[in-house]
């Protein structure tokens, strides 16, 4: 196999500094309207994400944890090309609202 190839499939890991927190978004689920209407989310302020890894400076979370994160957080294209991951966002660590959590019936 040429070397060039072999380049290609070297995927790198990331890890954010200070306060800086990565994330993959979680898909959303439709909403649908007891009507039957889809309601459109792509213009939601925030969004479900689990945090892969963060800076040395954030507190509070838990590589896993899943969180309410603002919608304006840095998507780069770099990002998926070293990691060869979709979705991947980073953000500062003021940009992630709350942890989500299941409720106990």
């Known amino acids: 196999m040429?070397?060039?190839a072999e380049a290609k499939k070297v995927k790198f890991s990331v890890h954010p500094r200070h306060s800086w927190v990565l994330v993959k978004k979680i898909t959303p689920v439709e909403k649908v309207t007891d009507g039957g209407l889809i309601v459109d989310t792509s213009q939601s302020r925030s969004f479900l994400a689990t945090v892969r890894e963060?800076?040395?400076?954030?507190?509070?979370?838990?590589?896993?944890?899943?969180?309410?994160?603002?919608?304006?957080?840095?998507?780069?294209?770099?990002?998926?090309?070293?990691?060869?991951?979709?979705?991947?966002?980073?953000l500062r660590d003021e940009e992630v609202y709350s942890t989500v959590e299941k409720a106990e019936e």
């Open 2 to 4: 040429p070397k060039a």
């Open 54 to 90: 963060f800076g040395s400076k954030v507190e509070g979370l838990v590589v896993g944890d899943t969180v309410i994160v603002s919608a304006f957080g840095m998507e780069m294209e770099d990002l998926e090309e070293l990691t060869g991951e979709k979705g991947l966002l980073m």
